[in-house]
């Protein structure tokens, strides 16, 4: 039986599949992991081998997918217009540890950060050098959520891992959405760059996708938006 975060999944795709002004580049479910059958279950897989406190908010919106690509193009005039999300199972994300070794220890800052990263979500289709990660601190209550942009390194996102799931859902996987989710910040030139493209991407899925609210999206873009024309 599918968790209910599986069925938004599966009826957002078929959202986006129905709709004639989209081309789906790619979909592939990936493999379900049905021997899990509740998020607390998978929790307590990844205690047996993870030395930090698990946040309990890991098991919001919890789905069994793993390896789950989805990526679509709007159609002439919209083709600028894309999203992707390639999306990994919890329990793996934080099994598999950081994604790569730790640095030495004259590495920078950032360099740290990100060797810190646990990635569980990326956009390998559009080959857009970004994708979002958890990280564990030693608050047992939270984790931090954190974007990587080629074009901008890091930025932090203040949303929490269950909500993010959701925004992905809402936003369809449009590019570079995560920065709706971060601090206005003028010297984020990731952010900077990408608002002109989101208000459009917005404007395009508020018109396909009627049934969805998005004004709390479109508020949090103009936020970014104003602070950016504050500091031009």
């Not at 098991?59 to 999306?87: C, K, M, V, Y």
């Not at 990326?122 to 974007?147: M, N």
């Not at 990731?190 to 395009?204: A, N, Q, T």
Request: proline fraction near 6%; aromatic fraction near 10%; include cysteine.
């Amino acid at each position: 039986m599918e968790t209910p975060y599986e069925h938004r999944l599966r009826t957002t795709v078929e959202q986006v599949q129905e709709c004639s002004s989209v081309r789906v580049e790619k979909y592939d479910p990936g493999p379900i992991a049905d021997h899990l059958e509740s998020a607390r279950q998978a929790l307590e897989i990844v205690r047996i081998v993870e030395k930090s406190p698990l946040p309990d908010e890991l098991t919001d919106n919890f789905h069994r997918r793993s390896n789950l690509f989805f990526a679509w193009r709007g159609l002439q005039p919209f083709q600028e217009i894309a999203g992707e999300f390639h999306i990994t199972h919890v329990a793996d994300v934080l099994i598999r540890g950081t994604h790569r070794n730790p640095l030495a220890g004259n590495a920078s800052q950032t360099e740290k950060l990100v060797a810190d990263l646990r990635i569980f979500e990326t956009h390998p289709v559009g080959g857009t050098g970004t994708y979002s990660a958890l990280r564990l601190t030693s608050d047992p209550g939270s984790a931090e959520l954190w974007y990587f942009d080629l074009r901008q390194g890091p930025t932090r996102l203040h949303i929490k891992y269950g909500e993010y799931l959701d925004a992905m859902l809402r936003t369809k996987g449009l590019y570079d959405w995560q920065y709706l989710f971060a601090q206005p910040d003028p010297q984020n030139y990731g952010m900077r760059v990408s608002l002109p493209y989101l208000r459009k991407g917005i404007e395009f899925l508020t018109h396909e996708f009627p049934e969805d609210d998005l004004a709390d999206l479109q508020d949090r873009l103009e936020q970014r938006a104003r602070v950016m024309d504050e500091t031009a």
